[in-house]
């Protein structure tokens, strides 16, 4: 065991079949990941191999078929629904490749309200919101709604709503797939500086080689099976 790492998020054997379509769709196979605290786990693999169901059951947004997912050392799977949206509101952050922001609401405020609707005030959200923004390098466009902001802007704001509450955990999803290399290599640069600083751990999807090299552990989906965990930090130690 390499000193000072520790699992934050594990998941053991886990089974996800998608029975809405007219053939049942095995997705997982009896998949196991860690997510180690304030590190980087960067998830790769071809189309349709799992990857977006493998995020979304990490992230408890979606539930799998078997198996046990253990967060800070306590296994969930027994929780219900309340109890895993608790969890998910307060300790996870997510990031997708479109930004789901709120278009009649500007950009500070999208980025306050998820703190608003944990019943903070509309003071110190907004406080906390703009420290964020300025961080992230979009502050002089608070008041923009996002069809006023560029795509690279727009995920910014996304970023920011997602750090908000302070999680212990960011999931995102081709957070930077729509955007051009330059703009996409800047975003991510500024949010892993973030995660960095606050030692939040971060899950990554991505068909991005670029992030690899940001990754602590990169682990390779290939049909639903984990082929390959790649830990860059055993392998500087050796
Ligand atoms: N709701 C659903 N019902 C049935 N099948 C689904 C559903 N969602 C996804 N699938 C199927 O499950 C497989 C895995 O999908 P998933 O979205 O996890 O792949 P992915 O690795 O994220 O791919 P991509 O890189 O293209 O985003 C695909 O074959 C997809 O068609
Ligand atoms: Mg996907």
Redesign the pocket.
């Known amino acids: 065991m390499l000193l000072g790492m520790s699992s934050i998020l594990s998941l053991r054997n886990i089974k996800k079949t ?4 007219e053939v049942p ?1 095995e ?1 997982l196979h009896n998949v196991d990941i860690d997510l180690e605290k304030g590190r980087i786990t960067a998830i790769v ?12 059951i990490m992230g408890l947004l979606d539930k799998p078929d078997n198996g046990e997912i253990i967060y800070k050392d306590y296994p969930i799977m027994k929780m219900d629904d309340d109890g895993l949206s608790e969890i998910r509101n307060r300790e996870f952050g997510f990031v997708f490749q479109f930004h789901h922001l709120l278009p009649e609401f500007n950009a500070i405020e999208n980025v306050m309200l998820p703190l608003l609707i944990q019943g903070i005030s509309r003071n110190i959200a907004a406080e906390r919101g703009r420290e964020l923004l300025n961080e992230l390098g979009v502050v002089s466009r608070e008041r923009h709604k996002p069809a006023q902001l560029s795509g690279g802007e727009r995920q910014r704001v996304a970023i920011a709503r997602a750090l908000i509450t302070e999680p212990s955990i960011v999931f995102a ?2 957070p930077t797939g729509n955007l051009d290399r330059k703009t996409s290599q800047n975003v991510m640069e500024i949010l892993i500086n973030i995660l960095n600083e606050k030692n939040i751990s971060f899950a990554i ?1 991505t ?1 991005n080689r670029l992030i690899e090299k940001y990754a602590d552990k990169t682990v390779y ?1 290939i049909d ?1 099976k984990v082929e390959n965990q790649y830990d860059i930090s055993i392998d500087n130690e050796t």
């Open positions: 998608y029975r809405d379509s769709v997705v693999g071809p189309s349709g191999a799992g990857k977006s169901t493998l995020l979304h999803d081709e999807v068909h989906l639903g």
